[in-house]
């Protein structure tokens, strides 16, 4: 069983910075691609950032890239997403999943979410 505890949200102002986390347990990920996607009320969910846990590819959607940054302590099995410059469009349920295939996907483990409201 695999399981992904996401923290870190909150609401912010335009132009602050977040930082979640995702804690992992329950299994190995030194071969698992590891994501954020956001989902916005009434939008699809999207991939937002993504990391090879064991190496140094990285994957950023274009509305991410420059602002934000992921990174993970694999001694801590702990993943992390910076958020900088935060804009009223990054407010969003954020997720953590774990991909056995690629930073692509498909991803197959969860967490539960964490709320980033950003107002303007």
């Known amino acids: 069983q695999v399981q992904l505890v996401e923290s870190g949200g909150g609401l912010v102002q335009a132009g602050d910075s977040l930082r979640l986390s995702c804690a992992a347990s329950?299994?190995?990920?030194?071969?698992?691609?590891m994501g954020w996607f956001r989902q916005a009320p009434g939008k699809e969910r999207d991939l937002v950032a993504a990391?090879?846990?064991?190496?140094?590819?990285?994957y950023y959607a274009g509305s991410a890239k420059g602002r934000f940054t992921i990174s993970r302590d694999n001694g801590k099995s702990m993943v992390y997403l910076q958020m900088n410059s935060l804009k009223p469009d990054d407010t969003a349920l954020y997720y953590c999943?774990?991909?056995?295939?690629?930073?692509?996907?498909?991803?197959?483990?969860w967490g539960q979410g964490t709320q980033v409201t950003v107002s303007s």
């Open positions: 999943a774990a991909s056995e295939v690629s930073l692509l996907g498909p991803y197959d483990y």
């Open positions: 329950g299994r190995t990920f030194s071969n698992y691609a």
């Open positions: 990391t090879r846990w064991s190496g140094s590819n990285t």
